[in-house]
């Protein structure tokens, strides 16, 4: 609970100035990792601008930094003598609409998050910094009046005394319209750029004239897409429901199989909201936002597109947020953080792949961009369409009992039928390197085909386990209750949940034999054993060691799309958005860990992830055929999967986790504690056991308590780490129970270097 919200304070006003106005008081998000909200008298010029959603410049403690103002108000509970002034308000207009910033504050209540650190996840990092977004859009060029070759030498002597000057006149030639943070950064002032605004030689400009305004509605559709696919009538159903009412919410699950057109029925609703006038906000997983991707819709709009992801630089970001922010992009793409880009007309948002992980922010704000976005498509009155061939079993559910409406899309669009999974006992037969008998048989035969294979390993690396065959030793991580992974190139021991590594021992630390043996696969493993048995095919390697580089991933992408027989090898990096159509074989070595997994979405997930990779198969007019090894084929989730669908195996989940009262039954909440030593994680999480259990005693705050219990990973990163679990049937009484828990726990003085979190929905347990 914030501090603005305790009544129980008592209030006193403040006679502001000696005017005869009526007191204001700022209610402030700031970027600190307390839970309220800070009070603040209004600056002592210049409060005009000041509205909830405008920044300002405060004091805070000994330092200036950048808050968001949450509301203007007359009374404050802080005592006058303690009261500072603002130094300035930074916006000229509020930056989030009311109902934006309502979400953002409802959503740090709910997910027990700073108010001040849900406003830093929400802005971009040189807004944050209190930048001006005006200064932001500013862009720096050599003039263009067709300046010849003969001007631009005139101009190169003139500075030929000044080679400062001489320096930015180049760049701005070479690399103009260059945004003004950006010449700031390669070390030119203000001053020099305005010397030369003054010859002449660089003009200013602002990045998108704001006078232009929106995006024309009426020429948003390009024209390179030639003519327009026909939709088949299952596609034209879900567009007809999705475009019937498209100024109102209404929430839909376009539940379709891969390849089954999702995309165009998006773009189709996307196309309405656009003659209207209104914007579309796209959010993809972290791993689907390519280029490709990016192509699809640029190509099929004429309006400015917008992409928001990680390999942005700072002002291309807030280019591309300011954008959004004024009207001008039709079009905005992002990553889960995008969920909060401000829309100046918003009309639609699509969750592309909503079953992905990626959409839970685990750490920090751990916020759910799917559930957030149900709301925010509430709050702002639009449609919002959640896309899956494989729907997580809460957006599932929410479809089967009427929340959400469920628009299926069961066939591909592609002339041959989906491929089903064959599975292949492995349980009693030898294995080469992982693969078994039948598996490189059929690999064989679609090469020699002229096909294309896809082998699946969630498992990067050469082997995930390095054994010592005397003495049984095996090399843990020093910081992690981990096996250490081998790296072949280059040859190292890697943790991968703590990043450390070290230098492939070639005796055991133990014994001294020089016996030590990989156990286990992994890409790099798979990828050289491949190579051997297929020496005159090429074996293309994806995986996040492989595509560390910018181009890594498309340039692997671009060799299949090629044409020519290969091996695709890779992680589950393969298995999100990706058309392969000349992949007629799917192996998938081992999915067995995802059956007996400790977290009770580990057969879900398993099953995403199978039924995704199968998708890449026979997209296009050749038949595929996927092969799953497995050592237990008669395991009912194997046999669903092979014999049935991904949604019979999902009704089926949905019925084991009403019966363990599991979500989305029930609802869950995660306290995480994590300390050097195992004894003062373990004496917190008590602690905050304790209090859990005095708090369930009152009826309207009982949950159901699991732990203090170790995590299922107990030390990672040299830290070991203890959690608490807490359920209930009803989500009010969870969150009631977690407001006074953590305001509690808020009060407890913290031994040193302990942590701890509070984790509302968790989407992974570890
Ligand atoms: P999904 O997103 O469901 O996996 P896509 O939207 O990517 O599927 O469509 C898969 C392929 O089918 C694309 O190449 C797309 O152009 C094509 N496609 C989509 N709808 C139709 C249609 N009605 N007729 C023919 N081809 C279609
Ligand atoms: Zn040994
Ligand atoms: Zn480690």
Redo the contacts with the bound molecule.
Sequence with gaps: MTQENNTEQTTQSLEFGASCTSPVFYRVAVPSPLRRAFDYLPPKVGALAAQPGTRIRIPFGARKVTGVILDIVTETDVPPAKLRHADSVLDAAPLFSPELLALLRWAADYYQCPIGEVFAAALPARLRAGESIEAAQERWRAPQNEASKQEQDAACSLLSRSPRQLALYTLLLNNGPAPTADILTAGFGRPMLRKLQERGLAECLWEQPAAKGAFDPNNSLGDSQGPPLTLNADQSGAVAAITAKPTTFDCFLLDGVTGSGKTEVYMRAMAQQLSLGRQCLVLIPEIGLTPQTIARFTERFRCPVVALHSSLNESERLSAWARARDGSAGVVIGTRSALFTPLAKPGILIIDEEHDSSFKQQDGFRYSARDLAVMRAHAEGMPIVLGSATPSLETLHNALVGKFRHLRLPHSTAVMPRAAIELVDVSEKPLQEGFSEAALTRLKQHLDNGNQCLVFINRRGYAPVLNCTTCGWSFE?N??I?QMTVHRTPPRLR?H??G?SVALPRICPHCKSATLDTVGLGTQKAESFLQRQFPNTPVIRVDRDSTRGKEGLSNALARVEGGEPCILLGTQMLAKGHHFPNITLVIILDADGGLFSADFRGQEQMAQLVTQVAGRAGRAERAGEVLLQTKHATHETLQALSNESYAQFSQRQLSQRKLASLPPFAHLALLRVDAPDPASATHFAETAAQLSVQLSKDPRLAVDLIGPMPAPMEK??GRFRVQLQLKSERRGRLQDHLNYLVANLDQVKLPPRLRWSVDVDPQDMI
């Design positions: 991580c910081d992690c981990a943790c949940h703590c450390v990672r990163a």
